[in-house]
């Protein structure tokens, strides 16, 4: 302990204390930003209850990443004549098609995914008539690739796939005035007596701000550990500085 105090290593120690401060501060900063994060995501998960559409998007918006699985609720009517299918959608084996039907809220138009059809019973059932309250999971909308069928030369009442330029074409709706993404159904009130069966729903996805919460706590931890390996480091260093220097033995004098 003596010669590990002597002046020569003086400047070993405040350098080690040096980067112990410094890297634990760092360290603390990255997991204190963490939890800030995580307690303002107020955004909740797919088995949280449903809030109002309105609280999450906006009529001519984007959907925000982080609310794609959000369960919302929405009161509005649906707009029996603007109803599309979306042909070559498999469900348990069997190809039939989603039923898309526009619901008219006092803010916009909301697009729901109302649920999928066999396709051989003829046309898919009309929805009911007067104010509904739903419940559904937001979905962003699809990429073309997602399409089973043709884009191009699809009978009136046909879309290929769900995203907003799609349904724009095909509704007479303005770009303002409908919601980004759609909402695959899960309930509504009062009941559907002709209800679809409901399609599968993506969960929610991480928005950009979750997966920088994440990485603050990944940065946290990556500097404590090399505030770990300047402590081995040191110790080696003053391990191998303080070892005796080995002692050469003499030769034994020579005889005539």
Do not use: I
């Amino acid at each position: 302990m003596r010669s590990a105090l002597a002046p020569r290593w003086w400047a070993w120690h405040l350098a080690l204390a040096a980067v112990l401060v410094s890297f634990g501060w760092l360290g603390w900063w990255e997991l204190d930003s963490f939890e800030d994060a995580s307690g303002g995501d107020s955004t909740p998960g797919p088995g949280a209850a449903a809030v109002d559409v309105a609280r999450v998007a906006d009529p001519g918006g984007r959907l925000a990443p982080g609310d794609v699985g959000r369960r919302v609720r929405a009161e509005g009517t649906w707009d029996a004549a603007g109803q599309l299918v979306v042909p070559g959608r498999a469900r348990g084996g069997e190809t039939g098609a989603w039923v898309v039907t526009p619901l008219r809220t006092t803010e916009g138009v909301l697009p729901v995914v109302r649920g999928w059809h066999p396709g051989v019973d003829g046309p898919p059932p009309a929805p009911v008539s007067g104010p509904v309250v739903v419940t559904g999971v937001l979905q962003q909308s699809e990429p073309e690739s997602e399409a089973t069928v043709a884009p191009g030369g699809l009978p009136d009442g046909q879309v290929a796939y769900v995203a907003t330029v799609a349904l724009l074409d095909r509704l007479p709706y303005d770009a303002d005035t409908m919601y980004d993404g759609f909402l695959a159904l899960r309930s509504q009130d009062p009941a559907d007596p002709d209800a679809l069966a409901t399609v599968a729903a993506a969960d929610r996805a991480a928005g950009p701000g979750e997966v920088g919460r994440w990485r603050n706590l990944a940065y946290g931890l990556q500097w404590w550990l090399f505030a770990g390996a300047a402590v081995v480091f040191w110790a080696s260093v003053l391990r191998r500085g303080l070892r005796p220097a080995p002692q050469t033995l003499s030769a034994p004098p020579r005889t005539t």
